[in-house]
């Protein structure tokens, strides 16, 4: 039987740049019930990143490790160069607790945790265009040229599996995307399939 106090599983995906991150940081301030995965990740910290708070930073061998020991959800090798992965026993605590819990994590993870969890609830963000996409790439000042372009080519790609996802928004103006997905995760709550308590209740006419 289930109720609307149940967490939900929401797994955000987007391009590199396209603000996944920054939105992921106002719905946590927003909402101080919701809660993030931090992931795991081979790549090199960016300057203001914080271990254990943006990612557990791993070496190669330590990530090889995780994946021997099934301490993954899923885990990736995200272009070509990085493995990134959300460490299982976090989300599965969160969800048995009943927390919401926000995934921001790539297009082919997406995949992976919505064979494993069919009930969570996907959002890709979109960047109002392509250009606009380019220029916080190279705004953030995170990476080198070399490192833009990849990320950039690499945007194409992803944009193709937006149809597979529930829902989009559209980053252009940051707090409406951010009250987009506010709206989405309160629908989600409401669906009838996650209240049967309730609904049961009123069929029964016990109430
Ligand atoms: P991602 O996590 O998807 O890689 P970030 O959250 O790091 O992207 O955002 C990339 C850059 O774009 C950052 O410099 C961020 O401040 C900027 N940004 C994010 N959302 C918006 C927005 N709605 N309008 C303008 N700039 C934005
Ligand atoms: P960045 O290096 O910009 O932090 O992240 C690069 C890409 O890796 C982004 O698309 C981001 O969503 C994705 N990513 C971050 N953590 C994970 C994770 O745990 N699993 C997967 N599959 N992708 C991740």
Known sequence: MRNNREGLL??????????KGTVCKCLLENNKN????????TREPRKDEIE????????KEEFEKMIKNNEF??????FGMNYYGTPRAYVEEELR????????????GAMRVKETFPDAVTVFIAPP???TLKSRLIGRGTESQEAVEKRFAQAFEELKYITKYDYVVI?????????DVESIIKAEHLRVFRN????????????
């Not at 929401?10 to 396209?18: L, Q």
């Open 10 to 19: 929401i797994v955000i995906s987007g391009p590199s740049g396209v603000g």
């Open 171 to 179: 980053n252009s103006v940051l707090l409406k995307a951010v009250s």
């Open 196 to 207: 049967t308590d309730i609904t049961n209740k009123i069929l029964g006419g016990n109430e």
């Open 129 to 131: 265009s392509m250009s």
């Open 73 to 78: 959800l899923e885990y990736v090798d995200v």
């Open 97 to 108: 607790a009943g927390n919401d819990i926000i995934l921001e994590i790539d297009v082919q």
């Open 52 to 59: 254990g708070v943006n990612y557990f930073f791993k070496t």
């Open 34 to 41: 919701f809660k993030v995965s931090v992931s795991a990740t």
